[in-house]
């Protein structure tokens, strides 16, 4: 997998800079991606350290005594849940959650499971192409995209950013192929023409801006409301 975040958008969202969209996007990366999770892990380190070195809590000249020491030891231990609460905040992870589409049926990243309960309904393009929009506020356009195997989605850009996670199988455009893992960020100034191979594509999207399509009769969209979004 070739495609990944910015180490400056990685950065972001360990201090905490990111808006929702962009911190699930990156939520949902990591979960597939290795690499940038152990990238991630550096990052949240530093921004911890950073923290503590401008906010000391503790610090050598606190510990004025053994006594002090037994005290604080003291303090974390009471701060412990009991046994029971313990083996439950590490148990307690969120299931991964499944969805049906086309006949198929997919395991979406748990990142996603606090927005599954609003998942809206199907929304089928030709029986070809398929998206179900998250209706969580009027910011966030945050929505799956499926494409059957085999088709092309016509020519587009975007008014403003557009965040692609593709989350199972596979598409290309004119600059690559990307497979599950693999996160595409693109804006205004690009054109692409997603279209995938011997196997179907499901896709997380995030957009700040509707779909303009630059080609063909799909042009007919950009003449209602404020455009299309998948």
């Known amino acids: 997998m070739s495609q990944h ?4 958008i990685l950065q972001a969202y360990a201090e905490g800079l990111l808006d929702g969209s962009q911190a699930l996007g990156i939520a949902v990366h990591c979960e597939q991606c290795q690499h940038c999770r152990d990238m991630l892990n550096e990052y949240e380190a530093a921004a911890a350290q950073t923290a503590l070195d401008a906010n000391p ?15 604080l030891l003291a303090g974390l231990m009471d701060a412990l849940p009991e046994q029971d609460d313990l083996t439950a905040c590490v148990t307690q992870m ?3 959650d499944t969805i049906s589409v086309n006949g198929r049926e997919f395991t979406l990243p748990k990142a996603l499971s606090k927005i599954m309960p609003h998942l809206q309904p199907w929304k089928s393009y030709g029986g070809k192409v398929y998206s179900a929009a998250f209706d969580i506020n009027e910011v966030d356009k945050v929505s799956l995209l499926y494409i059957d195997k085999g088709v092309q989605v016509p020519q587009h ?9 593709v989350l199972h199988g596979s598409f290309k455009d004119e600059n ?11 804006d205004a100034s690009d054109k692409h023409t997603p279209q995938t191979m011997d196997e179907d594509c499901l896709c997380l999207t995030l957009l700040s801006d509707p779909m303009v ?7 007919i969209f950009n003449r209602f409301g404020k455009g299309m979004y998948p």
Do not use: C, W
Request: proline share 4%; aromatic share 6%.
């Open 5 to 8: 975040p910015s180490n400056e």
């Open 57 to 71: 809590t503790v610090s050598e000249s606190t510990l004025s005594s053994d006594n002090d020491l037994d005290l």
């Open 94 to 96: 969120p299931e991964a």
């Open 157 to 165: 850009t975007h008014k403003g950013n557009e965040i692609t996670l």
């Open 176 to 186: 690559g192929e990307y497979h599950a893992g693999s996160y595409l960020m693109k």
């Open 213 to 219: 399509f630059t080609q063909g009769l799909a042009r």
